[in-house]
T-cell receptor, first 112, second 115 residues
Framework: EDQVTQSPEALRLQEGESSSLNCSYTVSGLRGLFWYRQDPGKGPEFLFTLYSAGEEKEKERLKATLTKKESFLHITAPKPEDSATYLCAVHGGSAAGNKLTFGGGTRVLVKP | EAQVTQNPRYLITVTGKKLTVTCSQNMNHEYMSWYRQDPGLGLRQIYYSMNVEVTDKGDVPEGYKVSRKEKRNFPLILESPSPNQTSLYFC??????????????FGPGTRLLVL
């Protein structure tokens, strides 16, 4: 069974203080790893898809990287508007069909 | 505007009273799915559909039914709701049936309370 664990559960940052979020996963053949941002009371918003170890993607102050066992979401010089819950999800091997398994998320609060 | 819509947004009901939450997307996506989100448990997939008349179970399908008669609609049916189905529900759609999951667009959510 696919498993996804995110850490830390919560992260408080000062504006401009860079940090990284971790997503550890166990899957039988990774078909895709996804990062989403979720604001309170809203649906998740897609950020990135990573497919293979060594792959990196960037969007504004966010950069996602992937290894064989984990993914990192780096937030560089965050601003208060980066405050949100960040979710990681994996699409496992063929035995999992087309199910998507989410981690518990990391709540990020960026203080001015 | 590309979007996934859900109705109702809020619903209070009683145990055993059948209900349907509708989901519609205007992006001609093949892949659609339903999730529930609970504190401490995160987002869990209930059912998904790769195309019209093709549906499959996610991780927590018990107590739910779905149908996909049209490409744009994917209703979630609770035949006999129970209090443990109180949750925040999200519908989502994706344009890539082969990969299935990339760039999923989520709806705004339906907050359900079962008394």
């Amino acid at each position: 069974e696919d498993q996804v664990t995110q850490s830390p559960e919560a992260l408080r940052l000062q504006e401009g203080e860079s940090s990284s979020l971790n997503c550890s996963y166990t899957v039988s053949g990774l078909r895709g790893l996804f990062w989403y941002r979720q604001d309170p009371g809203k649906g998740p918003e897609f950020l990135f898809t990573l497919y293979s170890a060594g792959e990196e993607k960037e969007k504004e102050r966010l950069k996602a990287t992937l290894t064989k066992k984990e993914s990192f979401l780096h937030i560089t010089a965050p601003k208060p508007e980066d405050s949100a819950t960040y979710l990681c999800a994996v699409h496992g091997g063929s035995a999992a069909g087309n199910k998507l398994t989410f981690g518990g998320g990391t709540r990020v609060l960026v203080k001015p | 505007e590309a979007q996934v819509t859900q109705n109702p947004r809020y619903l209070i009901t009683v145990t055993g009273k059948k209900l349907t939450v509708t989901c519609s997307q205007n992006m001609n996506h093949e892949y659609m799915s339903w999730y529930r989100q609970d504190p401490g448990l995160g987002l869990r997939q209930i059912y998904y559909s790769m195309n019209v008349e093709v549906t499959d179970k996610g991780d927590v399908p018990e107590g739910y039914k779905v149908s996909r008669k049209e490409k744009r609609n994917f209703p979630l049916i609770l035949e006999s709701p129970s209090p443990n189905q109180t949750s925040l529900y999200f519908c989502a759609s994706s344009p890539f049936p082969g990969q299935g999951q990339e760039t999923q667009y989520f709806g705004p959510g339906t907050r359900l309370l079962v008394l």
